[in-house]
């Protein structure tokens, strides 16, 4: 008997057929590619595919057919027919299974091209479902980028450039002027549903509360264009009025008289002082015996009148906690700004108002609060501001040193262009944090 293992071993291999070397080539083909490039691929096709097919032409059959002749006899003939020469194929191919993430990153693209035809159709001046704001009406989208509308760069080198090559060469604006620039459109911030009110307030007095209020006040109006006011609710014969070069002798008594008189913004600001830098700013009473009389009450018709005319309103606060004045102004705060000194005991008192605003059942203000440290105050060089920052940062949103300046010491009117850059930075950046803090829509 002839050996079957032998036999085996010497029989020729099996054929392996079309179809199955086709799949492995395909197989081996897919496992070379990644796997989106497959799902590209089969998304490419149509759902449906036509395609002519050439095949060789088949075996004619006679058929046969009868016929007349001429004279009405029956003849037979033949009729020669032949099979097609081309079939029709039709492919159907289903749609690729996408992943959940290519779905969503499908439909992000999609909104994202909507999104930018919109804006696309509006820079075309082409009509939109939705309406536009005149705020859209920007000298970037209006104005044709040329060397005649492109503004004339800002920082020493390319000034320096700019004008070395006859205005040919704009290297546009240093780093140090676009930070600046970066700044006013953060303080610039615009806000919907009415006026946002923004107290400064501390338990101690002398500690810079005025002069922090005409700081913000100053660096709010210098950088925005709607109107700021300053409200002097000092009680006790406050001092902010004296910031600034007087224009009238209005002071927050002439307005609670006057308010049925009050029909627009010309009437109210006949009794207000105007800066340079367009802050408007309300006196208190100069008389200790009337300004005991300055309660809640009128504190409101201010406010209200205020309300009207103004986009940001600051409250210079007296260092009575408890007064009455004081009720009216945080409930309609928006933000509130705590003034602290160097020293120990300013530090602590400015701490113990924290205490008593939470206990009180304004936690949410202290904690969107801002402390304003004024190192200008005596003992700052002995303590370690650090400690005093580190402390605040445990409990408010942000802390800002003031630095010191002649011009603040003084006690007398402020110059904001004067003041030292460092100075003006500080200001700055206080209007920054305030604005940030403050809500953008009430109504939502």
Same mark, same amino acid.
């Given at each position: 008997?002839?050996?079957? #293992?032998? *036999?085996?071993?010497?029989?020729?291999?099996?054929?392996?057929?079309?179809?199955?070397?086709?799949?492995?080539?395909?197989? *081996? @083909?897919?496992?070379?590619?990644?796997?989106?490039? /497959?799902?590209?691929?089969?998304?490419?096709?149509?759902?449906?595919?036509?395609?002519?097919?050439?095949?060789?032409?088949?075996?004619? %059959? !006679?058929?046969?057919?009868?016929? %007349?002749?001429?004279?009405?006899?029956?003849?037979?003939?033949?009729?020669?027919?032949?099979?097609?020469?081309?079939?029709? =194929?039709?492919?159907?191919? $289903?749609?690729?299974?996408?992943?959940?993430?290519?779905?969503?990153? /499908?439909?992000?693209?999609?909104?994202?091209?909507?999104?930018?035809?919109?804006?696309?159709?509006?820079?075309?001046?082409?009509?939109?479902?939705?309406?536009? !704001?005149?705020?859209?009406?920007?000298?970037?989208?209006?104005?044709? =980028?040329?060397?005649?509308?492109?503004?004339?760069?800002?920082?020493?080198?390319?000034?320096?450039?700019?004008?070395?090559?006859?205005?040919?060469?704009?290297?546009?604006?240093?780093?140090?002027?676009?930070? &600046?620039?970066?700044?006013?459109?953060?303080?610039?911030?615009?806000?919907?549903?009415?006026?946002?009110?923004?107290?400064?307030?501390?338990?101690?007095? +002398?500690?810079?509360?005025?002069?922090?209020?005409?700081?913000?006040?100053?660096?709010?109006?210098?950088?925005?264009?709607?109107?700021?006011?300053?409200?002097?609710?000092? $009680?006790?014969? +406050?001092?902010?009025?004296?910031?600034?070069?007087?224009?009238?002798?209005?002071?927050?008594?002439?307005?609670?008289?006057?308010?049925?008189?009050?029909?627009?913004?010309?009437?109210?600001?006949?009794?207000?002082? #105007?800066?340079?830098? %367009?802050?408007?700013?309300?006196? !208190?009473?100069?008389?200790?015996?009337?300004?005991?009389?300055?309660?809640?009450?009128? &504190?409101?018709?201010?406010?209200?009148?205020?309300?009207?005319? @103004?986009?940001?309103?600051?409250?210079?606060?007296?260092?009575?906690?408890?007064?009455?004045?004081?009720?009216?102004?945080?409930?309609?705060?928006?933000?509130?700004?705590?003034?602290?000194?160097?020293? =120990?005991?300013?530090?602590?008192?400015?701490?113990?108002?924290?205490?008593?605003?939470?206990?009180?059942?304004?936690?949410?203000?202290?904690?969107?609060?801002?402390?304003?440290?004024?190192?200008?105050?005596?003992?700052?060089?002995?303590?370690?501001?650090?400690?005093?920052?580190?402390?605040? #940062?445990?409990?408010?949103?942000?802390?800002?040193?003031?630095?010191?300046?002649?011009?603040?010491?003084?006690?007398?009117?402020?110059?904001?262009?004067?003041?030292?850059?460092?100075?003006?930075?500080?200001?700055?950046?206080?209007?920054?944090?305030?604005?940030?803090?403050?809500?953008?829509?009430?109504?939502?």
């Amino acid at each position: 008997m002839p050996d079957k #293992r032998t *036999d085996d071993q010497s029989a020729p291999a099996r054929p392996v057929s079309a179809a199955k070397r086709t799949r492995d080539e395909r197989d *081996d @083909y897919h496992s070379e590619l990644p796997p989106h490039t /497959i799902d590209n691929l089969a998304a490419s096709l149509p759902e449906s595919l036509s395609v002519p097919i050439e095949v060789p032409v088949g075996p004619r %059959r !006679s058929v046969p057919a009868v016929g %007349r002749s001429a004279g009405g006899i029956g003849l037979d003939t033949t009729r020669i027919v032949s099979t097609p020469a081309t079939h029709t =194929v039709e492919i159907s191919t $289903p749609a690729p299974a996408r992943s959940a993430g290519a779905s969503s990153a /499908i439909e992000s693209l999609s909104r994202a091209d909507a999104a930018s035809t919109v804006r696309r159709d509006r820079i075309r001046t082409e009509n939109s479902t939705a309406p536009e !704001s005149a705020a859209m009406l920007t000298s970037d989208r209006l104005l044709a =980028v040329n060397r005649k509308t492109r503004k004339a760069p800002q920082g020493t080198w390319p000034e320096f450039v700019y004008a070395l090559t006859l205005h040919l060469v704009n290297l546009g604006d240093s780093a140090k002027v676009q930070a &600046y620039k970066e700044m006013d459109e953060r303080i610039r911030r615009q806000f919907e549903g009415g006026t946002r009110f923004v107290p400064i307030l501390t338990r101690k007095g +002398g500690v810079g509360k005025t002069t922090v209020t005409t700081l913000l006040g100053m660096a709010l109006a210098d950088a925005r264009d709607d109107r700021i006011i300053a409200i002097d609710a000092n $009680p006790d014969r +406050g001092t902010l009025s004296e910031r600034v070069s007087k224009q009238t002798r209005s002071t927050v008594r002439d307005v609670v008289s006057k308010a049925a008189s009050i029909g627009n913004f010309t009437d109210f600001s006949a009794l207000v002082s #105007r800066d340079e830098t %367009r802050l408007d700013i309300l006196a !208190s009473d100069t008389d200790p015996l009337l300004s005991e009389a300055f309660d809640e009450n009128d &504190y409101n018709v201010v406010a209200d009148l205020a309300a009207r005319y @103004y986009s940001i309103a600051l409250t210079d606060c007296g260092t009575g906690i408890v007064h009455s004045v004081m009720r009216a102004t945080l409930q309609r705060a928006d933000s509130i700004v705590i003034v602290s000194g160097g020293s =120990v005991d300013e530090a602590r008192l400015a701490s113990e108002t924290l205490t008593w605003l939470e206990a009180n059942g304004y936690g949410d203000l202290v904690r969107n609060a801002i402390v304003a440290l004024n190192t200008a105050t005596q003992g700052t060089n002995l303590v370690r501001l650090e400690e005093i920052e580190s402390h605040f #940062r445990s409990r408010v949103r942000e802390i800002v040193r003031i630095p010191y300046d002649p011009q603040l010491a003084a006690g007398s009117v402020v110059s904001y262009k004067d003041l030292k850059p460092i100075t003006r930075l500080a200001a700055r950046t206080l209007a920054e944090l305030v604005v940030e803090g403050l809500p953008t829509d009430r109504n939502l």
